[in-house]
């Protein structure tokens, strides 16, 4: 008697179920960097402020290197600060996808779509500001690689690099484990 048929349906259901367990646990790393950078920003909101004051002030690029938009506008600062903490908030809000996805980890796939909404909109949003807010303005706009808050920015591009592939991943088509 062959059971290879058995054996092959197990298999199905066990690898939908790694996958589908996969993903919960990169929404919740996530929401856990949203977590920890969130409270961390909060905790020391000056120190952000002065940070950003410090690049988009772009003290440290030499004369006659930088474009001519230096500014300390508290409108600009507080604006950068602003992305930062969004970004942070939208690892959080892709850490409550995770959640709603490990609520629904043995339901149908329809459901278990549904469920992964808010892990796809958060990574895809912590990509956006992270990117924008590092990578295009501070670095792109302000030349923050000319101080030492410019080494934030490759970090902050492998952070976004890293939410963009887990917006991916968790975005591939689901098929219903039984």
């Known amino acids: 008697m062959d059971d290879s048929s058995?054996?092959?349906q197990f298999e199905r259901i066990a690898g939908c179920a790694v996958i589908r367990i996969t993903k919960v646990v990169v929404a919740l790393v996530i929401?856990?960097?949203g977590l920890i950078g969130l409270v961390g920003n909060l905790?020391?909101?000056s120190s952000v402020y002065a940070t950003v004051e410090k690049v988009t002030s772009m003290a440290?690029?030499?004369?006659g290197m930088g474009?001519?938009?230096?500014t300390t506008n508290a409108l600009v600062v507080g604006?950068?600060?602003l992305v930062i903490v969004l970004g942070k908030l939208a690892g959080l809000i892709c850490g409550v996808g995770g959640i709603r996805m490990?609520?629904?980890?043995?339901?149908?796939?329809?459901e278990f779509v549904a469920a992964k909404r808010w892990a796809i909109a958060g990574a895809g949003m912590a990509f956006a500001l992270t990117f924008f807010g590092f990578n295009v303005m501070a670095e792109g706009a302000f030349f923050a690689f000319f101080g030492p808050e410019g080494g934030a920015g490759p970090l902050a591009f492998r952070f976004a690099a890293g939410f963009a592939l887990a917006a991916l991943f968790i975005a591939q088509p689901e098929t219903d484990p039984s």
């Open 79 to 81: 604006t950068g600060v």
């Open 67 to 70: 474009p001519p938009w230096a």
């Open 31 to 33: 929401g856990i960097w």
């Open 60 to 63: 440290a690029v030499p004369e």
């Open 102 to 110: 490990l609520a629904k980890i043995r339901a149908s796939s329809s």
């Open 6 to 8: 058995g054996r092959i």
């Open 43 to 45: 905790a020391a909101l």
